[in-house]
């Protein structure tokens, strides 16, 4: 049976849309004092203009209508949102990875901005927040990277507490806060939680009943033990709120788990999620499904026997706003599943 393949896309512009229904609030009454990531901010006025080191933090600035202020980004995994194109394009893009503290500095912004404190923390490989503050410069990190989290050893960190969507919502508010558009922030916030509640309650009309699945996102080669979903990150979160079962009991966010044991676990959904990188074979989702369907092991699991496998956008498996549409096009998927 073939494989009955999903897609998500990302329904931001309709976001935007709803600005100027939201009930105006009171302005950001300056100084604003913020505590993010165990770093204590002072803004005396809303920042005339932001560096972006994350895709992550750069699609929230876009989502708030902050594009005018932003002079720079890096750190890019996928494409920008389609609604965005268009503006990402007339913006200086100073690395497609990891730009120099240099090549920030000489923006003169008014904030940085970065989705992971690997990139700007006490080990920074960009630079530490010490860095910028000698020169004036305030940072801002996602707290979705922060929030119970620890981030002393290793790029990834370690997740002491499960991944929601929390630190996102936290994170949108605060930035609001920061650049005085308190109502664009409350509109976003109000406009996800309703798309996640829609979500939700559409995967409880299915009664799944603790139905399996598992998420895929890569292997280093086709024949070897693939890097799968843990019980630590946003898949984890995606699975919890739609009510199935991680057949992974890993509380790593991305454990190596063998295909054998994943097949005495026999999940009835498979995840698996594409990519532009092509650092491994595996990156390649038509590799994945060819793979699903020829290993003998992993052919025999029911999940690829009745075509339950869906395919997710890699980097909407990364805690960002993007949660939200991978969340709906889950539950989306899941109603045309065969599930019996």
Not at 176 to 197: H, M, S
Not at 208 to 233: K, Q, R
Not at 258 to 282: G, H, Q
Not at 313 to 330: G, K, T
Request: with cysteine; aromatic share 8%.
């Amino acid at each position: 049976m073939q494989p009955r393949l999903k897609f998500y896309f990302s329904a931001g512009a309709a976001l935007i849309a709803l600005w100027p229904a939201a009930p105006v609030l009171a302005q950001t009454d300056y100084p604003l004092i913020l505590e993010n990531c165990g770093v204590t901010q002072t803004f005396l006025a809303a920042p005339e203009s932001v560096v972006s080191a994350g895709q992550a933090s750069t699609e929230i600035l876009y989502s708030l209508g902050l594009g005018e202020k932003v002079t720079g980004t890096s750190v890019w995994f996928t494409e920008v949102l389609p609604e965005f194109a268009g503006l990402n394009a007339g913006i200086e893009r100073l690395a497609d990875n990891d730009a120099s503290f240099e090549s920030i500095v000489a923006k003169r912004p008014g904030l940085v901005t970065a989705q992971y404190e690997w990139h700007i923390g006490p080990q920074g490989i960009i630079a530490t927040r010490e860095q910028f503050a000698d020169l004036q410069i305030p940072t801002y990190i996602l707290p979705s990277d922060c929030i119970g989290k620890d981030n002393s050893a290793g790029s990834d960190g370690t997740r002491l507490q499960p991944y929601d969507m929390a630190g996102i919502y936290q994170g949108i508010t605060e930035l609001a806060r920061i650049f005085d558009v308190t109502d664009r922030g409350q509109a976003l916030v109000a406009a996800l939680r309703e798309r996640e509640a829609a979500a939700v309650a559409q995967a409880e009309a299915l009664q799944l009943d603790g139905t399996s699945a598992v998420f895929w996102f890569s292997s280093a080669e086709m024949d070897i033990d693939p890097y799968v979903a843990g019980n630590g990150g946003a898949p984890a979160w995606m699975m919890a709120s739609l009510g199935l079962r991680n057949v992974v009991e890993s509380a790593e966010e991305w454990p190596v788990v063998s295909w054998e044991t994943i097949a005495r676990a026999d999940p009835d959904v498979i995840v698996i999620a594409r990519m532009d990188r092509r650092r491994f074979e595996a990156d390649d989702h038509l590799k994945k499904l060819a793979f699903l369907q020829s290993d003998p092991v992993a052919s025999q699991m029911k999940a690829v026997r009745n075509g339950n496998i869906v395919i997710i956008d890699a980097h909407a498996m990364d805690p960002l706003i993007r949660n939200i549409a991978a969340l709906e096009a889950l539950a989306a998927a899941l109603a045309d599943l065969d599930l019996k």
